[in-house]
């Protein structure tokens, strides 16, 4: 019998610690399968964040780093920057780039630092229990927005692939989603386009995947995917936001 | 060959020969020619690299970034910006990972101003960021000392996986006095049981400070303080002046404890049996040799450009042995040979 569909060698066998119908799994067997066929495993360095994914770690099989929260663009930038011939991967999600780490995400690509952020959005904090992100939608409840997002006091969610791409470095920035299985595909081609581009020193490449928290949203699993398509897809469009050599005018 | 040198610059200059060729900083007044000084030699060496970060915030953490490597780096600042950079030096420290941070210290709190004060000396010696970590510290009174302990600190960070930080007043920094560069260089340490290097023929090394279980962490932080133990054991580093037959002895650190070597040198020539202890390494402090000068001595007189921080590790170190009293200027004042005579004075 022939074996057609495996494991990608650079995930290991450990169950996730993610809940039901997390996006973090999908997305992190996307990141190995593109190491694996661009062959980057034994250059490639792995940084978790501080959120859901912080044991981000605990599966890839490379080497890893924990950074501290929303710091991850500017611990890549030294280990890019010490050792450039490594693959550099900053796996984020909303609070920890959006937030306590907007800093660091624009001034890394500003910079048009060669490595890959991978940008989880979902809208809600996770890890510390379902609180308000710079994401997180008008209306939307959370626990630290009871009564629905308030934009004359809360602000209106931020769109970090269309500010990211109003710069002249970034080489590479699309918006994607986990919602079905044309934009699965369309998110591990991003993915594995955004590493390949790194791979060839070409500079600074962002993937913006919108996934699901049913925990924290407070649905369920099978419902997750048809929120994260009438709430989070209409405020955040998919697209190629810029895909075009540093200093280029698009 | 003897040139002469700013202290900013002289730090610089050694960190780069000791191997140090990457450097993330940001500008502040009175530090701003390490930064300067960096961005014109950096590139032109090969693998060197030099980055404005966009904050202290960030440059702590690409020097984290690029210590995970195994390379040599470090940062420099001045005390709001070190402020900054607390969060980071935790997880250097919590994370086990060498890096060298220059605190060209100024007055404060708050913006304060550009004026040079030793009010840091808690955020150094004590902490400063979360949890339970421990910097070397180490204390420069001369330009050359600046070169040279620069080149001792990236060592000692290496030697024990720790950050090292470098604290001077902001007018050494500015001061020029000829300085010496060191011919030969300790040997760079064999980082390759840990450092992230790509996973080539190896499994993958991880760099974390995260350990969700009680125990772990603890077991962890009894690991932390093992190695600490170990650094006081054999890292502490003092000078003395005229201490064997003292009974008045002054400790103090950096430009202070030059003013105080004047002081004991005139209270000497008026009949008075001065001494200095200048400790090198804030921390571990040189609890020792004040406990054994104690025994001995009239009192203590621990003189700092702030309102007394040192003073209680002095006053721990000497515990009742003899009265400890103190001296402080602040806002950017230096302490003058007069002024320090006139309180021992009063106390003799």
Redesign the interface.
């Known amino acids: 019998m022939q074996k057609v569909f495996g494991r990608p060698t650079s995930l290991n066998d450990r169950p996730f610690h993610y809940c039901p119908g997390c996006g973090h799994g999908i997305v992190h067997r996307m990141v190995a399968e593109s190491i694996d066929e661009l062959l980057l495993?034994?250059?490639?360095?792995l940084?978790?964040p501080v959120g859901c994914s912080?044991f981000a770690?605990w599966y890839?099989?490379?080497?890893?780093?924990?950074?501290?929260h929303g710091?991850a663009p500017?611990?890549?930038?030294?280990?890019?920057?010490?050792?450039p011939?490594?693959?550099v991967i900053s796996y984020q999600g909303d609070g920890d780039l959006a937030s306590s780490g907007m800093?660091?995400i624009?001034?890394a690509a500003a910079?048009g630092e060669n490595f890959t952020v991978v940008f989880i959005n979902n809208a809600i904090y996770g890890m510390t229990g379902g609180q308000m992100a710079p994401t997180t939608l008008i209306g939307q409840t959370s626990s630290t927005s009871p009564y629905g997002r308030d934009p004359g006091f809360a602000g209106y969610p931020i769109h970090v692939s269309e500010m990211l791409a109003t710069l002249k470095a970034p080489r590479y920035i699309e918006r994607t989603a986990l919602n079905n299985v044309v934009n699965l595909t369309r998110t591990k081609r991003a993915v594995r386009k955004a590493l390949d581009l790194q791979a060839k020193g070409e500079g600074f490449t962002f993937v913006e995947v919108l996934s699901m928290c049913p925990t924290q949203w407070g649905v369920e699993p099978t419902e997750s995917i048809e929120w994260l398509e009438t709430r989070l897809m209409p405020e955040f469009p998919l697209g190629v936001f810029r895909d075009a050599r540093p200093g280029e005018v698009t | 060959m003897k040139v002469l040198m700013k202290g900013n610059e002289a730090i610089g200059e050694a960190a780069i020969r000791a191997g140090c060729t990457?450097y993330?900083g940001y500008p502040i007044t009175p530090q701003n020619e390490i930064p300067e000084y960096m961005s014109r030699r950096l590139p032109t060496i090969p693998g060197g690299?030099y980055?404005q970060?966009?904050?202290e915030?960030?440059?702590i953490?690409?020097?984290?970034?690029?210590?995970?490597?195994g390379?040599r780096?470090f940062t420099s600042s001045s005390s709001p910006g070190v402020s900054l950079m607390m969060?980071?030096l935790s997880?250097l420290a919590g994370?086990e990972l060498p890096c060298l941070v220059v605190n060209m210290m100024r007055g404060g709190p708050g913006l304060g101003n550009i004026n040079p004060e030793q009010a840091d000396y808690f955020q150094a010696v004590k902490g400063g960021g979360h949890g339970s970590y421990r910097l070397i510290v180490l204390a420069p009174w001369s330009v050359q000392e600046m070169a040279d302990l620069t080149v001792l600190g990236l060592d000692l960070a290496d030697k024990y996986r720790n950050p090292v930080m470098l604290v001077a007043e902001g007018n050494l920094g500015q001061m020029m006095e000829p300085v010496e560069f060191q011919d030969s260089y300790p040997q760079p340490y064999d980082k390759s049981g840990w450092s992230?290097?790509?996973?080539?023929?190896r499994k993958?090394?991880?760099?974390?400070?995260?350990y969700l279980e009680a125990d772990d962490m603890e077991r962890y932080i009894h690991k932390l303080y093992a190695k600490y133990a170990e650094i006081e054991q054999t890292e502490v580093r003092f000078e003395e002046f005229q201490t064997d037959d003292a009974d008045v002895i002054i400790v103090a650190y950096g430009i202070v404890s030059r003013v105080s070597r004047i002081v004991v040198e005139t209270l000497r020539e008026q009949g008075v049996k001065a001494g200095l202890i200048r400790p090198i390494t804030l921390w571990p402090f040189p609890k020792d040799v004040i406990r054994r000068r104690a025994a001995h001595a009239r009192f203590f007189l621990t003189c700092e450009m702030s309102m007394g921080q040192m003073v209680e590790d002095v006053m721990l170190s000497v515990n009742g042995l003899c009265p400890v009293h103190f001296y402080g200027r602040s806002g950017g004042n230096v302490p003058s040979p007069a002024e320090i005579i006139a309180e021992i004075r009063t106390h003799l």
């Open positions: 495993a034994d250059r490639t360095i940084i978790s912080v770690y890839f099989e490379t080497d890893n780093v924990q950074a501290a710091r500017a611990v890549g930038t030294g280990l890019k920057r010490a050792l011939d490594s693959i800093a660091e624009v001034h910079r | 990457l993330f690299a980055i970060a966009e904050t915030v960030a440059a953490n690409m020097v984290y970034g690029a210590a995970c490597t390379r780096a969060e980071g997880y994370a992230l290097t790509g996973a080539k023929g993958g090394h991880l760099i974390t400070s995260i």
